[in-house]
């Protein structure tokens, strides 16, 4: 399945930009191997795999890897900032078929959006992307409901100060076609840490766009036991 997605004969690993590709893969042998041990990391709190832990307190939340780890972060840093459509369709592909989704289910695609002052020094908005390839894989609208308006970047910020900062700061977008109301979507983004986002993210769209919602991350912050 992963291995259509690449019609283009792959030169070099989408990874590090530096090696030949493996097989009909867009990642070299070494990037391939690190990958996979990604994917296998065990939660830290409850020794669980990304399928099985619960530690996120949100028991539909689905994601691929756990994000901690020296190679975690280079993946993510790849996702935030250095990837194509073609990339981003084989991580999103690989994400549905590693958390088992059953993506016939789903009518539709949403994604928290980044400060649009953020997407714009960073050229993209890498949930929005995220949700765009998920969209053009499995032929599901991407549903442009959600606007951040303003307030500090989360990551600097600690879990209390999260909450805080959270509540007013996503908006329903009113440019959008109103009509319509979704019967389950996805809630796609980079990273899940608190939750705190996404429980107000999923707040918004069940009040006003979907009957349910499920949230669909890359990774999960694989936090220290306490
Ligand atoms: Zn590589
Ligand atoms: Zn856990």
Known sequence: ???????????????????????????????????????????????????????SGEPSHRF?????????????????NNVDDEAMRFIAELAVDATGLKMSSYDGVAYVPRLPRRARRYGYDQAMEFAKALSHIYGIPVIHALKRVGGREQKLLSASERRKNIVGRYKLRLDRDMTVRYKKILLVDDIYTT?????????????????????????KTNFAKK
């Open 1 to 55: 399945m992963i291995m259509k997605i690449r019609h283009i004969s792959p030169a070099l690993c989408m990874m590090c930009r530096y090696r030949a590709c493996y097989q009909e893969l867009p990642l070299c042998k070494y990037c391939l191997a690190k990958f996979q041990s990604i994917l296998t990391e065990k939660c830290r709190v409850c020794n669980k795999s990304p399928g099985e832990c619960e530690c």
């Open 64 to 80: 691929m890897f756990f994000y901690g780890g020296y190679s975690s972060r280079q993946l993510m840093y790849f996702i935030k």
């Open 195 to 219: 939750g705190a986002t996404m429980k107000e993210c999923k707040r918004i769209l069940l009040d006003n766009v979907a009957d349910a919602v499920v949230p669909f991350t890359f990774a």
